[in-house]
């Protein structure tokens, strides 16, 4: 199973990502190993993870999420806003 999630950086940037343990990447990312984008940005916070299913449709719904503008993320964090499937 994969999973989408969000992570909000110390300066309040969001970051979207696919994993099939979204713990383990996490702290892959914590540790300053994985995404490049957030080595240095620590604290981060796990703000939002949804299963989604096979690999093909988690890059697909990655990719249409990190295309949604900033107020339309923090919505879909909030509940407000339904995946963009």
Same mark, same amino acid.
């Given at each position: 199973?994969?999973?989408?999630?969000?992570? @909000?950086?110390?300066? =309040?940037?969001?970051?979207t990502?696919?994993?099939?343990?979204?713990?383990? %990447?996490?702290?892959?990312h914590? =540790?300053?190993?994985?995404?490049?984008?957030?080595?240095? @940005?620590?604290?981060?916070?796990?703000?939002?993870? @949804?299963?989604?299913?096979? @690999?093909?449709?988690?890059? %697909?719904?990655?990719?249409?999420?990190?295309?949604?503008?900033?107020?339309?993320?923090? %919505?879909?964090?909030?509940?407000?806003?339904q995946?963009?499937?």
């Amino acid at each position: 199973m994969w999973y989408l999630y969000l992570v @909000r950086c110390h300066d =309040g940037s969001l970051y979207t990502g696919i994993s099939t343990d979204v713990d383990r %990447r996490l702290s892959m990312h914590a =540790g300053n190993r994985g995404a490049r984008r957030l080595r240095g @940005r620590g604290p981060l916070h796990l703000v939002y993870a @949804r299963a989604i299913g096979d @690999r093909s449709l988690a890059s %697909r719904i990655e990719y249409r999420v990190k295309r949604l503008s900033r107020e339309d993320k923090e %919505r879909l964090i909030a509940g407000n806003l339904q995946l963009p499937l």
